[in-house]
């Protein structure tokens, strides 16, 4: 499992009452925890898409990283509810 990165799919936070943005503080609430492959030259970094396609950009890099995980699936256990099953689908081929 080396060279994926995992990535969370955020939710739009609420805006604050002002409608600046969110509420200091606060983090928006992962909605999908992906795999993708890392960028060329980087073992930290994730490339541009996951492996079911999405585009990375907007998605936050998790604290997880599977090669140091071993026995351990390629995503947090405790996120296995929000795991993309076409990621899921792609790692268990792979």
Not at 26 to 44: D, K, L, N, S, W
Not at 60 to 77: L, M, T
Request: some cysteine; aromatic content about 4%.
């Amino acid at each position: 499992m080396s060279g994926i990165i995992v990535v969370h799919e955020l939710d739009t936070p609420a805006p604050t009452r002002a409608g600046k943005g969110p509420a200091q503080g606060t983090e928006a609430p992962v909605r999908q925890v992906h795999a993708a492959p890392a960028a060329p030259g980087t073992t930290t970094e994730p490339g541009p898409r996951t492996v079911c396609g999405k585009d990375t950009f907007a998605m936050a890099p998790a604290h997880w990283i599977p090669s140091e995980q071993p026995g351990s699936p390629w995503y947090p256990p405790q996120e296995a509810s929000l795991v993309c099953p076409s990621c899921d689908a792609v790692m268990d081929d792979s």
